[in-house]
């Protein structure tokens, strides 16, 4: 048994099985996408553990064990207004695959830096991979979002 908190609620898996597929599987958490056969490339199911940026496909449930796992699903409701409003108001989406994970690491940036450079910006989505709208348009969504 492996004891965390899931978006601000306590929760237990009773195995130790792959993060992603726990969240997905076992606890119908959806946001959290697997775009590369969880290889740890695309980005798509970046979380925080402890407020830190990483890949659910690269952790299991054993290896966050006492920690603080957020998805989007564990947003503040001002904070899903904000970042909804922002990547409407820029465009910013197509498919939506890689959305939630472009938002995990745009919270994990402005949690920290509320004035972050284009520089920044792109640095912080680095790890999460767009096939449709390329990056520009996300770039302004984060920047909005940071306004
Ligand atoms: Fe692609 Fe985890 S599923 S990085």
């Given amino acids: 048994m492996y004891h965390f908190i899931l978006n601000g609620e306590k929760v237990v898996a009773k195995e130790d099985k792959r993060l992603l597929e726990y969240l ?22 970046t ?3 402890n407020g830190r940026k990483l890949r659910a496909c690269l952790l299991t449930t054993a290896k ?3 920690k603080e796992v957020t ?5 503040s409701e ?6 909804t409003w922002a990547f409407a108001e820029a465009g910013a ?23 972050p ?3 920044e910006i792109k640095k912080a989505i680095t790890g ?20």
């Fill in 128 to 147: 999460n991979l767009c096939r449709c709208t390329g990056y520009v348009k996300i770039e302004k969504a984060i920047e909005l979002a940071a306004q």
């Fill in 71 to 75: 998805t989007v699903e564990g947003l």
């Fill in 93 to 115: 989406v197509q498919c939506g695959y890689c959305i939630p994970g472009m938002i995990i690491s745009a919270k994990a940036l402005l949690d920290k830096n509320l004035n």
């Fill in 47 to 49: 979380i925080l553990v």
């Fill in 24 to 45: 997905r599987e076992d606890a119908n958490v959806t946001s959290v996408k697997n775009g590369c056969n969880g290889e740890g490339v695309c980005g798509a199911c």
């Fill in 64 to 66: 966050v064990e006492g």
């Fill in 78 to 83: 001002r904070e899903k207004e904000i970042y």
């Fill in 117 to 119: 450079t284009n520089q």
